[in-house]
């Protein structure tokens, strides 16, 4: 049976394989290798964890995760909360791991949710009478000048066209009316 390592450990390891997402870890007396993901690789950004660890290199990792998945342990390793020079664990009381954790948990994708204002732009100030916005966002003064939304461009046109619509059939008539007598 292999000595498995304690979860918050802190190991030094050999670095087995390199891939685009982080590096697998070989740890001394245990058959399994941890992985280290990119994004705990370093306190700043990795993009190619290339950059950072080459096969063999020895490097101090902590044990931040242990999980059993089709019948296999995964070990996910961290090399940013341990002093590479020493080996120090630099977050002793795990507080930036659960902080990584909380921000994970914590994302959630809100650009399907659309704000509409309609209610607001429908509504008619019960201070000044006049329509988007509400009594307690009115800045009438008493006695003073109404303001109210200025209405879009497209409702404009619209209104001007019915405008001279009704000018137009009104002409009509009347010249209709002249002939008559």
């Known amino acids: 049976?292999?000595?498995?390592?304690?979860?918050y450990a802190v190991l030094q390891g050999e670095v087995a394989s390199v891939t685009e997402y982080g590096a697998f870890i070989k740890i001394p007396g245990c058959r399994r290798q941890g992985l280290v993901h990119k994004t705990h690789m370093s306190s700043c950004r990795v993009d190619k964890p290339s950059e950072m660890v080459d096969v063999g290199d020895k490097v101090w990792v902590k044990v931040i995760g242990k999980e059993m998945k089709d019948d296999k342990l995964k070990l996910s390793l961290s090399m940013k909360v341990v002093n590479q020079g020493t080996g120090k664990d630099l977050d002793p009381n795990n507080v930036a791991l659960d902080q990584d954790e909380r921000k994970k948990?914590?994302?959630?994708d809100y650009t399907s949710q659309k704000i509409t204002l309609e209610a607001v732009l429908n509504t008619v100030c019960k201070k000044c009478g006049c329509k988007g916005h509400f009594a307690k966002e009115c800045f009438m003064q008493p006695g003073g000048t109404k303001y109210s939304l200025i209405p879009e461009e497209e409702e404009e046109e619209v209104t001007a066209a019915a405008g001279e619509r009704h000018k137009k059939s009104s002409l009509t008539d009347d010249s209709s009316k002249k002939r008559k007598k």
């Open 105 to 108: 948990r914590t994302f959630r």
């Open 1 to 7: 049976m292999e000595a498995l390592p304690e979860l």
